[in-house]
């Protein structure tokens, strides 16, 4: 007998259920900053800068303006660079003239050990020191191996260590979707 692992995709969300998940997160990031600025929406590369976008424009609908939006690049403050391929490109970073003394709402697809929100803190300092550095994610599946909560959240998803969470967007891969891949092993008889 032999074993063979089996991969299966599930669909979590669909294009229609990922916009609407965005416009609540929108619609809560207004109720908590109804007064004074709008909060600076920072995404992370890749997918968390789409997804800032949207949220601006969906913020857009219902306030009086968009809130400004940034890229973020956090491959130098990353922990693993070791571990990962050195060639990988750097992307700049894009933020708007001055964060300091702003709320910068940080916006990333799926929070997964926290690794990567911890970088994005470090890179976000370097330019500056905003009066509060909040999170949004579109997916939190847990597994925190650092003490880092989001301040909005699309959707929890409960997963095993494993499993693989992609996010699929129409600016990067052409469709809005999120999957969760899942390998399970499956026996097999030999002949």
């Known amino acids: 007998m032999s074993f063979v692992t089996s991969v299966t995709e599930t669909e979590v969300l669909g294009a229609r259920a990922l916009q609407r998940t965005l416009v609540r997160i929108s619609h809560e990031i207004v109720e908590r900053h109804s007064e004074g600025a709008p909060p600076v929406l920072i995404g992370m590369r890749t997918r968390g800068v789409p997804l800032a976008e949207r949220i601006a424009q969906s913020i857009s609908h219902f306030a009086s303006a968009p809130p400004p939006t940034g890229a973020l690049d956090i491959s130098l403050h990353r922990d693993d660079i070791p571990l990962r391929n050195a060639t990988a490109p750097l992307r700049t970073s894009v933020l708007p003239a001055a964060i300091d003394d702003r709320v910068i709402v940080l916006v990333d697809d799926v929070l997964f050990t926290g690794r990567s929100i911890r970088a994005a803190l470090d890179a976000l300092i370097d330019y500056g020191r905003p009066a509060a550095i909040e999170l949004a994610v579109l997916i939190d599946r847990g597994h925190r191996e650092l003490p880092i909560r989001p301040d909005y959240i ?20 052409g469709r809005d979707e999120v999957v969760l891949r899942s390998r399970t092993p499956a026996a097999s008889a030999q002949t």
């Open 154 to 173: 699309g959707k929890n998803l409960p997963t095993h260590r494993e499993d693989e969470v992609l996010v699929r967007l129409a600016e990067t891969d």
